[in-house]
């Protein structure tokens, strides 16, 4: 139940282009865990209660730890996350807060350093993607807690 509009039922054509690109970031090759640590992170930085809901669901279902989850907003602090998933994260903060930080040259490097050109340009479309999810989540508000792993790809397949 969404508390303003169900935008997925006003403007399926658009919702299935957000959902599109989900099912192509699942078949890059990035791994799963690293996708839910930048979903995370990026929905921790905006504030999206039913992103976070979701996606700390999905990544406990796929086997994340509770204490890499609940370190993540402190994860320059941990040995926790190794340096592919920390290069990840730091883009992700930039990227999700770009009109404060952009993406300093040195920053770039780091990451290029740790992903191939491919892997680089699906990790910015996944960051990308996410931080759409909770502007949309955000601003229509639907109800938070009742997702379930798994939840919107079963509802696909019955599509």
């Known amino acids: 139940m969404s508390r303003r509009i169900e935008y997925y039922k006003v403007a399926p054509d658009a919702a299935k282009i957000m959902m599109d690109l989900g099912e192509y970031l699942n078949n890059t ?29 999905d990544a ?3 086997g994340e730890t509770e204490q890499r989850l609940y370190c993540l907003p402190a994860w320059r602090e941990t040995a926790f996350y190794n340096e592919r998933e920390r290069a990840a994260l730091e ?3 930039h990227l999700t807060l770009v009109a404060e930080r952009g993406v ?50 079963a509802a696909k397949t019955a599509a």
């Open 29 to 57: 090759g990035l791994e799963s865990s690293l996708l839910e640590l930048v979903k995370m992170r990026a929905s921790q930085i905006n504030g999206c209660g039913y992103c976070l809901d979701m996606h700390s669901k």
């Open 60 to 62: 406990r279902a796929a």
């Open 91 to 93: 883009l992700t903060e």
């Open 104 to 153: 300093p040259d040195e920053l770039y490097e780091r990451v290029k350093a740790q992903f191939s050109e491919r892997e680089l340009a699906d990790l910015v479309f996944a960051i990308v993607g996410i931080n759409s999810w909770n502007r949309l989540n955000i601003a229509f508000e639907p109800e938070v807690g009742g997702y379930q792993p798994g939840m919107f790809s």
